[in-house]
C-alpha cells in the first residue's frame, strides 16, 4: 500500500474497526507507522518505539489534549456545558510538567504500592462476596455481574464516596466516554454535555463537603493538603483530580476483567493452567493487558514541528497513540498476536503508558486483576464463555473493553 495515501478512509470511530481494530492497526504499523487521519483530524502513530518515545519526551508532546473532546463539541452541547456549571480545569493527566509534577505528588499519596497493598483484604473480600451472590446457578454475566461495580467499589472506599454511588459515577463515565473519546449525534452529545456537568458538579460537592467536614479519606486529604502557608489545591483544582480519578480509577478495571476473562476462557489451555497454578495469575494479567488492552489509544499534541518514525508533523498536530498496535509490535513481541501467559516480557506492553504520566493507578489496576482471576478459577474452574454471543464496545477511540461477557458452568 502506498504510504503516502494510506488511511485516506481510516475512521477509527467506524463500526468495522470498533468491532476488530487489530487487523487494521497491523498493517498501518507495516504500511504507514504515522499518518494523518482527516476523520478526527489527528496523527495516527503505531510503532512501539515511537509511541515510547513520545510518552517519555513531554517538552515535544504534551499532554494538554487528553481530556479534551476529540472534535469540537456541537453549540448547543457547548452551551448545556456552559449553563451546567462545567469547568474544564486542566488536571494530572492533561498538565504538562514542571506543574504536573507538583499534582503528582499529591495525588501519589494514596496509590503507592504499600498502600494499595493495603487494599488486597478489602478486594478479595469483594470478590467472595460477588462469587457467592452472583456466580450461582449456573449462568452469569462476567461483566455486568462482577467487572462493573466491584473496581468501583474499592476506589469508593479509597476516596470516600458511599457505596450506593455507583449508578452515579457509572452514568457519569459513560457520558464523559461519549463526550470525550466518542463522536455521538448531536442530540446524544447534548445530553452526554448535560451528564458531564453534572458529573462535575457531583465532584464539587465531594470537596466542598470534605472543606467543612474533613474525614479520614483521600478526597480530605486532598483538600486540606497544605504547600507553604496555604492550601496545595484551589477547590476547582481538587474537584478536577476527584472527577479524573471517579473517571479512570474503575473504568478502566472494568475493561481490564472483562478483557481478562474474555481471553482466558477463549484459550481453555490458558485457563486451566490458572486454575492448576494460581502463580501464573500476575503474568497472565500482563499479558492481557499486552494483547488487549482496556486503554487501547491515548493521545499528545506536538510543541513544535517534528520528525516521527521518518514522517513530518507539524506544530500542534493532535496524536493519537495506538498502544494495542505498539503491544502488539513483532520487533519488540515475538508472535505478537499471540496469547501466551508464560511471556517473559509481557510487562513491556505500553497500556499504562510510560514516562512522567505513567497510570497513577497501576498498581491497584494489577491487584484487583489478580485477585479477582485468583478467586474467579479457584471456585468456578469450569467456567466457559457462552458460544456464538457478539460482542459489544463502547463506541469510542481510547476505552476497550466488553459491554457484556455471558459465562455459564455446569452445577
Ligand atoms: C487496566 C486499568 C488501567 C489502564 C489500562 C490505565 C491506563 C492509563 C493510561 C494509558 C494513562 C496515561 C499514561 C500517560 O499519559 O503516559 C493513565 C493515566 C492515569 N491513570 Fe490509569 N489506567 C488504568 C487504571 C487506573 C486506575 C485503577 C486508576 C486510579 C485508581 C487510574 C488513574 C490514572 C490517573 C490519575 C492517570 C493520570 C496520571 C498522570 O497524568 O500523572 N488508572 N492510565
Known sequence: MDAGSFGADFDPLSEIYLADPYPFLAEAREAAPVFYCDAIDHWIVTRYHDIRNIFRTPALFSAANANSPLRPPCPMAAKALREGGFRGVPTLASVDPPAHTRLRKLANIAFTPKRVAEMEGLVRDLATRFC??????????????????????????????????????????????????????????????????????????????????????????????QDGDGPSLTPPQAAAIVLGLLFAGHETTTGLLGNAFRRSLTDRPAWQAICEDPALIPNAVEEVLRLDSSVIAWRRRTTQAVVIGGVSVPERADLLLMLGAANRDPTVFHDPDRFDIRRANAHEHLSFGSG??????APLARLEARVVLEEVSARVPGLRLVDGVPLQFAPNVSFRGPLSLPVEWNV
Open 356 to 361: 512522567p504520566h505513567f497510570c497513577l493507578g
Open 132 to 225: 457467592t451472590e452472583r456466580l450461582r446457578e449456573g449462568r452469569a454475566d462476567i461483566v455486568r455481574d462482577l467487572a462493573w461495580e466491584l473496581p468501583a467499589l474499592v476506589l469508593f472506599r479509597i476516596l470516600g464516596v458511599p457505596d450506593n454511588e455507583v449508578p452515579r459515577v457509572k452514568t457519569g463515565s459513560w457520558n464523559r466516554i461519549l463526550f470525550i473519546y466518542g463522536r455521538p449525534a448531536e442530540a446524544v452529545q447534548v445530553q452526554a454535555a448535560e451528564g458531564m456537568a453534572a458529573f462535575w458538579r457531583y465532584a464539587e460537592g465531594l470537596v466542598e463537603s470534605r472543606q467543612q467536614d474533613p474525614r479520614d479519606d483521600f478526597i480530605s486529604d486532598l483538600v486540606h493538603a
